[in-house]
């Protein structure tokens, strides 16, 4: 079955740097593109950034674009999320999606069909 399992989360001064992975199973990783979406609390959830299933596209939304980084190793089955300069406000559960189609941005008619269990990431003096 289809697997997805994000690590890395955890508490962070403000300014400081997180890398959250995203170990995927249970379907061809490569064929899939995959996103970041984060849920802050008490607040609905916001996409924060997709990567096409060959890596070459990747997007990312204004409020993270030239601080984050997505990438992957198919190889490996692993998604990336390289945060740097944090803000309080990147508070969140970030959660790994799986696309239901190859390419980026993941638009309708495309969506998400998996999703991880998210892991917490705090940014807090």
């Known amino acids: 079955q289809v697997q997805l399992v994000e690590s890395g989360g955890g508490l962070v001064q403000p300014g400081g740097s997180l890398r959250l992975s995203c170990t995927a199973s249970?379907?061809?990783?490569?064929?899939?593109?995959m996103s970041w979406v984060r849920q802050a609390p008490r607040k609905g959830l916001e996409w924060v950034s997709d990567?096409?299933?060959?890596?070459?596209?990747?997007y990312y939304a204004d409020s993270v674009k030239g601080r984050f980084t997505i990438s992957r190793d198919n190889a490996k089955n692993t998604l990336f999320l390289q945060m740097n300069s944090l803000k309080p406000e990147d508070t969140a559960v970030y959660y790994c999606?799986?696309?239901?189609?190859?390419?980026?941005?993941?638009?309708?008619?495309?969506?998400?069909?998996?999703w991880g269990q998210g892991t917490q990431v705090t940014v807090s003096s």
């Open positions: 999606a799986k696309a239901n189609v190859p390419v980026a941005p993941v638009v309708p008619p495309g969506g998400y069909d998996y």
């Open positions: 249970g379907f061809t990783f490569s064929y899939a593109a």
């Open positions: 990567i096409s299933s060959g890596g070459g596209s990747t």
